[in-house]
């Protein structure tokens, strides 16, 4: 099955498979998200943290692969009246222009490792510069916990690995925690994984 198929059927459900309420690690970013302008959220789902973002009165750009995701998406974003610009697109063909984002956010963006490097290794060129990079992801031993992510060793992560993909970006915050994630059907107990927000240096 393709990843767009498995992902179409996965959110064929009325309810929302990740909640509609934004990651926490986001949340807890806010104050220093201030200024960031232009914001776009890779893998995004069903439009949770695009519509919070959107409510914070940045101009959110949300990109999926899942056609059935983004619709839900657009249904949130209506009923909260705000707008957000949705893109149904795989990140594998994904074009990141130049200096086009302030933020980039990407929570529980799981992808195989070919495409994660990929992603991770054209995103800077697309920050501003003092631009973030946000995103929470599962770590490989997430796989012994079964509250979430894939099943996939490859597609989990390695804080060290995430650190120097994303490079030249420079981590602000790279934790390394436990934590309890509450977040839909989807996401649900304690879980490993590996937050980060990290900044395109003006040097
Ligand atoms: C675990 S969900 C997380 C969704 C959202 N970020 C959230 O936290 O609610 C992973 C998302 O990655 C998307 N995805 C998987 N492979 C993709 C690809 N190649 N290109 C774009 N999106 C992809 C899926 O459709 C799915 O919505």
Known sequence: MSSKDF???RYTTDEFVYGINPNDFLVSLMP???GKKRVL???EGEGRNAVFLAEQGFDVTALD???VAVEKGQRLAKQRGVEVNWLI???ADYVFESSQWDLIVAVFMHLPP???QQVFQRMPASLSFGGAFVGEFYRKEQLQLNTGGPKDLDMLYCPEQLQKEIQPLECFHLNVINREVIEGIGHTGMAAVVQ????KSEK
């Open 32 to 34: 220093k998200l201030k």
């Open 7 to 9: 992902w179409d059927q």
């Open 196 to 199: 980060v927000m990290a900044i």
């Open 41 to 43: 959220c890779l893998a």
């Open 114 to 116: 070919k495409i994660r």
């Open 89 to 91: 697109s795989d990140l």
């Open 65 to 67: 692969i899942s056609q």
